[in-house]
Antibody, heavy 114, light 106 residues
Framework: QVQLQESGPGLVKPSETLSLTCTVS????????WSWFRQPPGKRPERLGY???????TYSPSLGGRVTMSVDTSSNQFSLKLRSVTAADTAVYYC????????WGQGTLVTVSS | DTQMTQSPSSLSASVGDRVTITCQAS??????LNWYQQKPGKAPKLLIY???NSEAGVPSRFSGSGSGTDFTFTINSLQPEDIATYYC????????FGQGTKLEIK
């Protein structure tokens, strides 16, 4: 059974870059799509984008080009970078399997504040 | 964007009740509709995929139906552990979620 675990800083300053990594265990990252979601407190989830294990990525237009995703098959990890963050980017960030979220990591709260 | 409208936004029911949640898409999404359960402080969990198919290990009291723009999610015989927020999600046109239905025990 594939498990996912997010890691990264829980506090990011405004205008800086949010960076998170998702480690996949119990299975290979190869052959599948992987995605990132976020959920602001009390709101519905939002997909940020998804990436194929080859490195080909598709991003949500709502992020205005601020996002980059990458994959490291040797480490069985994939990553998210979100640039120029503001308080509106404060949310629980989740990594997930497949483009729609077949299974999810436990999530990590990222707060944007000075 | 494909907008998803869920109703009701909140629901209070008794143990053993049958609970129904509806989800309406702003355009035809065929059967590309999933249902998730989210308990407080936890990640969403996929229960139903492609409108009516149960994910492995999901209790049989959970079911889904519908196609096109109108969908229904049902819990037969509500259990205390079913307390959660439920979301519908379309995935034919990007991915968008309904606003959620918070289910409480009466």
């Amino acid at each position: 059974q594939v498990q996912l675990q997010e890691s990264g800083p829980g506090l990011v300053k405004p205008s800086e870059t949010l960076s998170l990594t998702c480690t996949v265990s119990g299975g290979s990252i190869s052959g599948s799509f992987w995605s990132w979601f976020r959920q602001p407190p009390g709101k519905r989830p939002e997909r940020l984008g998804y990436i194929y294990y080859t490195g080909s990525a598709t991003y949500s237009p709502s992020l205005g080009g601020r996002v980059t995703m990458s994959v490291d098959t040797s480490s069985n990890q994939f990553s998210l970078k979100l640039r120029s963050v503001t308080a509106a980017d404060t949310a629980v960030y989740y990594c997930a399997r497949d483009t729609f979220g077949k299974s999810w990591g436990q999530g990590t709260l990222v707060t944007v504040s000075s | 964007d494909t907008q998803m409208t869920q109703s009701p936004s909140s629901l209070s029911a008794s143990v053993g009740d049958r609970v129904t949640i509806t989800c309406q898409a702003s355009q035809d999404i065929s059967i590309y509709l999933n249902w998730y359960q989210q308990k407080p402080g936890k990640a969403p969990k996929l229960l139903i995929y492609d409108a009516s198919n149960s994910e492995a290990g999901v209790p049989s009291r959970f079911s889904g139906s519908g196609s096109g723009t109108d969908f229904t999610f049902t819990i037969n015989s509500l259990q205390p552990e079913d307390i959660a927020t439920y979301y519908c999600q379309q995935y034919i046109n990007d991915v968008t979620f309904g606003q959620g239905t918070k289910l409480e025990i009466k």
